[in-house]
């Protein structure tokens, strides 16, 4: 079935560093991709996605490419800042039909240092 | 602006017991999910509502789990004779349903975390 493997955390990165966190999955058909984060004491939010080969999702100085040649969907930032400290989940479901499933790594933690 | 309420935040309990955890999802929204997440997992899919009906009920484990949505607005998921195993966070999620039938953006609750002992 469709699967997605994330890099293994944790990650501890000091403030202004660069952040990157692998993503690949495996599926059948055109699966839209997700980038998820849970904060200290929150739910789960969105935080960016892309829904067909070479879209870049964007969001809060995130960035993530959907290369299906690759099949991967690694999740960047150029500069992290303390605030960026959290659980972050890659996640697919398939574009059409029951999209509401979604298949999602294990999670990576993040801590960043001031 | 309320989002997505889940309680109790917090569940002890005995291996055995009967519990229900309850989803308050984001006002009018009518779709709805029940996931669970256990201790280095990702969210795995349990259940989704459409409305008052379990759409799609092919993530629940066993016949141990139940869930309801008598009014198409608060869900209550039911888990008879708890055992160790179910421990887990329970996170609920709500959506608008998108354009074409498509699901809108998932909005979870912070979870019920549930122990069993």
């Known amino acids: 079935g469709d699967s997605v493997t994330q890099m293994e955390g944790p990650v501890t990165l000091s403030e202004e560093a660069f952040l990157t966190i692998n993503c690949t999955y495996t599926?059948?058909?055109?699966?839209?991709l997700f980038w998820y984060v849970q904060y200290p004491g929150e739910g789960l939010q969105l935080l960016l996605k892309?829904?067909?080969?070479?879209d870049k999702g964007s969001n809060k100085g995130f960035e993530a490419t959907y290369r299906k040649e690759t099949t991967s969907f690694h999740l960047e930032k150029g500069s992290v800042q303390v605030s960026d400290s959290a659980v972050y989940f890659c996640?697919?479901?398939?574009?059409?039909?029951?999209?509401?499933?979604?298949?999602f790594g294990a999670g990576t933690t993040v801590t960043v240092r001031a | 602006g309320a989002g997505v309420s889940q309680t109790p935040s917090n569940k002890v309990t005995e291996k055995g017991k009967y519990v229900e955890l309850r989803c308050d999802p984001i006002s009018g929204h009518t779709a709805l999910y029940w996931y669970r997440q256990s201790l280095g997992q990702g969210p795995e899919f349990l259940i989704y509502?459409?409305?008052?009906?379990?759409?799609?009920d092919s993530g629940l484990p066993n016949d141990r789990f139940f869930a309801v949505r008598p009014e198409g607005s608060v869900s209550t998921l039911k888990i008879q004779r708890t055992e160790r195993g179910d421990s887990a966070v329970y996170l609920c999620?709500?959506?608008?349903?998108?354009?074409?039938?498509?699901?809108?953006?998932?909005?979870f609750g912070e979870g019920s975390r549930l122990t069993v002992l």
């Open positions: 599926a059948t058909g055109y699966p839209s």
């Open positions: 996640a697919l479901n398939q574009a059409w039909g029951n999209d509401y499933k979604l298949s």
């Open positions: 999620a709500s959506s608008l349903l998108g354009e074409t039938g498509r699901t809108g953006e998932l909005f």
């Open positions: 892309a829904t067909k080969a070479d």
């Open positions: 509502f459409q409305g008052t009906g379990a759409a799609d």
